[in-house]
């Protein structure tokens, strides 16, 4: 069961960040590899460092309502330059370094930032050699490296500094502008906006959403309610720091008095951290632990016995994981089932379950507990979020008895809206609304839907919606009316209160049939083919269904020496028939009739490309696709496609 606590109550991020250096002056907060070294940084260490650097930007000029850009990824500097611009009342604009020149000079110009953090002398260049007229960026702050290696240059440059001379000229600063900074540190309210967080977007020009602290800080404590971290825990940071996702995470820590390990997200960087660390919490999205799961079949078929013993293992603790949640009544259920049919299940599976425990035991000895060991061995709260955690998944984390606690929320949420809860964990749900949270299933007119338990849109009324979108009040009244907001997003409620999202909105494919069809379950059962990389479904206004499909370069090539195919030209690889047949013949292997699927649904043509899907490219930073992008950019391969039928 969850452990619980009491947690004080912050009226700012802010103040809660200074609570938690006054309560644990000894305790590590920050932790991070400087080449092989592991750092430790304590909760009062960080204090003084964002003193000093709020000092130096006060002496810069910035001040209550201003906006300053942070143009970087992952590192202990982040948060420093977050807490520092957060305690000036200013609010701050973070983008991740893979964004374009293009796209992070927008961001800037739209946000009114007067000062610019980049991670190093290759962003700061970014940022300047797009500068435009009309931009009022008057300073850059380097996070690593030196002025002299910034080689772009703008009709009007910024004045530039690192960020180890402001601290220091902070730190000389500070006592003089103490009590003027205090005073505006403790002016800071709910309601004071704290950031300004641009949303990529499958579609149109980047948002900016505007959360207040007030937005964060109601949506950590409706977290805190149900996943009851301590201080004691160890939390491993491998989302964009950026990303509201991660920043929540990273708040939650700070209210928690916790400590956190940075890391890459690449599994040669993480799973040595995992070992080290041994965090009890651990937040990610579907793509990395799709990574963690990939690594761990790959090891297994190294060894064909291993592998086999491994299927078999992981197939009774499915069927015994399945049998528990029977008997829990944890099954998400749309319709009220006869009462001797549940009253069978339970029977059956209580049987499954006196028989099964033996064999599940062992597996747990031999195979899984090993799993477990190459996570750390500690993780207590796995959590998924910014996109669905496929079923096989979690199917296959389940059966190794790491239960993830998958949630869903997005950007204008701040972000978390409902979690799984290690207490109350439904399969092929995204758990209950957090406390404080209203869910309501409707129609595309913002009314509730008679029967909640059937497919509509998702909307979602709480504190933690955001401000609007800044400078956008055309859009802003477009998603939020009567307080509530449209999530874009279409889902059901069980009839216990779990959430099940089934698809996107603007998503859904309309066949020339009239038939509606949701292709996010569909290419998520794509994706268990691990000849596939990334699919995308297309056949709007079209007869039938196809696929683009990217293949996994390495199987693909493994693939093709079994069948007697030259490997040498990749791209002549991908546009062999022999391999479109066989890829063909996997994805019907899975989308039929047979697995639940419609016969409308069924995948008629296939077209494959060689590139990955990338962040900046086909992906959001969220690694959501990018439908439209992907449509037009692959326009010929698609028409091309659909002339076959």
């Known amino acids: ?58 002496r810069l000029g910035v001040r209550s309502s201003d906006k300053v850009a942070i143009i970087s990824d992952n590192m202990w500097k982040w948060i420093v330059s977050d807490l520092a611009v957060l305690s000036l009342g200013a609010a701050d604009v973070p983008r991740g370094s893979d964004s374009s020149a293009g796209e992070i000079a927008y961001i800037i110009k739209h946000s009114d930032a007067k000062v610019c953090f980049a991670e190093n002398p290759t962003q700061a260049s970014r940022v300047i050699s797009e500068l435009e007229d009309g931009s009022i960026l008057e300073s850059v702050i380097l996070l690593s490296g030196q002025p002299e290696e910034i080689t772009a240059a703008a009709p009007k440059n910024p004045a530039i500094y690192t960020f180890d001379q402001l601290i220091d000229s902070g730190r000389e600063a500070y006592n003089s502008l103490k009590d003027t900074l205090e005073d505006i540190r403790k002016s800071l309210n709910e309601d004071t906006l704290a950031t300004i967080i641009y949303t990529s977007g499958t579609t149109g020009v980047p948002k900016g959403v505007m959360l207040s602290h007030g937005n964060i800080l109601t949506d950590v404590y409706c977290m805190l309610k149900v996943l009851f971290p301590m201080e004691k825990d160890r939390w491993v940071s491998v989302l964009p720091v950026w990303h509201v996702y991660e920043r929540t995470i990273e708040y939650a820590i700070i209210m928690t008095c916790g400590s956190m390990a940075y890391s890459k997200p690449i599994s040669k960087h993480l799973l040595p951290m995992l070992t080290e660390i041994k965090p009890t919490y651990m937040v990610s999205v579907p793509r990395i632990w799709e990574s963690l799961y990939t690594g761990v079949v790959t090891k297994m078929k190294a060894k064909p016995m291993m592998y086999k013993l491994f299927r078999l ?165 477009k998603i939020i009316r009567n307080g509530w907001l449209d999530t874009g997003d279409l889902g059901r409620l069980t009839l216990n209160g779990n959430l099940q999202i089934v698809g996107r909105a603007k998503e859904t494919i309309v066949l020339t049939g009239g038939e509606n069809i949701e292709p996010a379950p569909i290419e998520e059962k794509i994706l268990e083919c691990d000849l596939i990389q990334n699919t995308m479904l297309i056949g709007q206004d079209k007869k039938y269904l196809a696929a683009i499909v990217v293949p996994n370069q390495e199987n693909l090539k493994k693939l093709a020496k079994d069948l007697n195919l030259p490997t040498d030209n990749y791209e002549a690889l991908c546009a062999a028939e022999e391999i479109n047949t066989y890829l063909i013949s996997k994805i019907r292997a899975k989308v039929n009739v047979k697995n639940g699927f419609k016969a409308y649904e069924s995948i008629k043509y296939i077209a494959v490309v060689t590139k990955p899907f990338e962040v900046g490219d086909e992906l959001t930073s969220s690694l959501k696709m990018k439908r439209n992008y992907i449509a037009d950019k692959y326009a010929d391969i698609i028409n091309e496609t659909f002339m076959k039928g």
């Open 1 to 58: 069961m969850p452990r619980k606590r009491n947690y004080h109550k912050s009226y700012s991020l802010v103040e809660a960040f200074y609570y938690a250096a006054d309560t644990f002056p000894n305790k590590p907060y920050l932790q991070y590899k400087e080449k092989d070294t592991l750092i430790n940084k304590t909760y009062p260490e960080i204090r003084s460092l964002v003193q000093y650097l709020s000092a130096s930007l006060y």
């Open 313 to 477: 293992f992981q197939r009774i603790g499915i069927v015994y994981y399945n049998s528990k949640k029977n008997l829990s009544n944890e099954i998400a259920y749309f319709e009220k089932q006869p009462f001797l049919r549940l009253l069978g299940i339970k029977i059956l599976s209580f049987f499954r379950i006196i028989l099964l425990f033996i064999p599940d035991l062992i597996g747990d000895i031999l195979i899984f507990s090993k799993i477990r060991k190459i996570l750390g061995g500690k993780l207590y709260v796995p959590i998924s979020g910014g996109g669905k955690l496929p079923d096989y998944m979690d199917d296959f984390f389940n059966a190794a008895n790491i239960n993830i606690l998958e949630g869903y929320g997005m950007t204008e949420t701040s972000p978390v809206i409902c979690v799984r809860t290690p207490g109350y964990l439904v399969p092929r749900t995204v758990g209950q609304p957090l406390p404080g949270v209203d869910v309501m299933i409707g129609n595309d007119n913002f009314e509730p839907l008679e029967n909640q338990h059937e497919k509509g849109h998702i909307y979602v009324r709480s504190k933690i919606i955001m401000q609007g979108y800044y400078k956008m009040p055309e859009e802003t009244r």
